[in-house]
Nanobody, 124 residues
Framework: QVQLVESGGGLVQAGDSLRLSCTTS????????MGWFRQASGKEREFVAA????????DYPDSVKGRFTISRDNVKNTVYLQMNSLKPEDTAVYYC?????????????????WGQGTQVTVSS
């Protein structure tokens, strides 16, 4: 069983930056693909970023590519999402997720464990 706890959300203005953190329990953090997803009010959960076991491969959708960066620290059992140049359309609840597989997936159904989410609100 893996427990994930997100932190770092908040209210910012357009153009600002935020860094989200997701700390996990368990001794096998390094064996999980880690992902970030977001869900805006009234919309489906969407992929934001994912990173492989040792951080050698990351994937992003076009909507955040060049603005968001995912990274992980396997000693601290933590994955980060650095978000720069935030836009009002980035407003959502952001979720951290863990996938016990090998492939970096972009679909929520492929992830096994989820955090409770942290709210990010970007004002214009």
């Amino acid at each position: 069983q893996v427990q994930l706890v997100e932190s770092g959300g908040g209210l910012v203005q357009a153009g600002d930056s935020l860094r989200l953190s997701c700390t996990t329990s368990g001794r096998t953090f390094s064996r999980y693909v880690m992902g970030w997803f977001r869900q805006a009010s009234g919309k489906e959960r969407e992929f934001v970023a994912a990173i492989s076991w040792i951080g050698g491969k990351a994937d992003y959708p076009d909507s955040v590519k060049g603005r968001f960066t995912i990274s992980r620290d396997n000693v601290k059992n933590t994955v980060y999402l650095q978000m720069n140049s935030l836009k009002p359309e980035d407003t959502a609840v952001y979720y951290c997720a863990a996938d016990s597989g090998i492939v970096v997936h972009t679909t929520p159904a492929d992830y096994d464990y989820w955090g409770q989410g942290t709210q990010v609100t970007v004002s214009s």
